[in-house]
């Protein structure tokens, strides 16, 4: 075959440093928006974003020309100095080290887009640490409690 194609979607979430509410109300649709370019930048594409003022839930198609790790590391570090400069508020800002990356099959896309973009109403019931765990045995991943939060 001389052509090569993937459809490899990806639900990527993480948080702040320590769960701090750090992101403002203000400042989330340009945080998108520059996340968006970051992953356009990496040949991969933005599906949905959404965040709380602790944690963000990106979807997107991930390219096959790029690492899954190093396209993480791009959005992690590019978007946290784009924050700092901002405003005075991020000077400490920093995401937390890890971070879980999940992948969707195309049959269930539609649904993650709708969780995604209801962040704010699900996060009136539970916090980031329930629905990170709630993530990873879903997704038969198990998660160490002693190395998921910093």
């Excluded at 001389?2 to 979430?13: C, E, M, R, Y």
């Excluded at 928006?33 to 599906?47: E, H, P, T, V």
């Excluded at 965040?51 to 790029?66: C, E, G, R, T, W």
């Excluded at 699900?122 to 160490?144: G, V």
Aim: neutral net charge; hydrophobic residues 30%.
């Amino acid at each position: 075959m001389s052509q090569s194609l993937a459809n490899i979607l990806v639900h990527l979430v993480f948080s702040t440093k320590g769960r701090r509410p750090f992101l403002r109300d203000e400042d989330r649709p340009q945080l998108h928006a520059y996340i968006g370019g970051i992953l356009a930048n990496q040949d991969s594409c933005l599906i949905e974003i959404n965040s709380v003022s602790d944690h963000i839930h990106i979807l997107f198609a991930q390219s096959k020309n790029h690492a899954p790790a190093k396209v993480v590391e791009q959005i992690k570090s590019s978007s946290s100095r784009w924050l700092k400069d901002q405003h005075n508020s991020y000077s400490d800002f920093a995401w937390q080290a890890g971070y879980g990356e999940f992948s969707v099959s195309a049959t269930h896309g539609e649904t993650v887009r709708q969780y995604i973009r209801n962040q704010a109403e699900h996060h009136r019931k539970d916090d980031f640490q329930t629905e990170y765990r709630r993530f990873c045995e879903k997704n038969c991943k198990p998660l160490d409690e002693r190395y998921a939060w910093d």
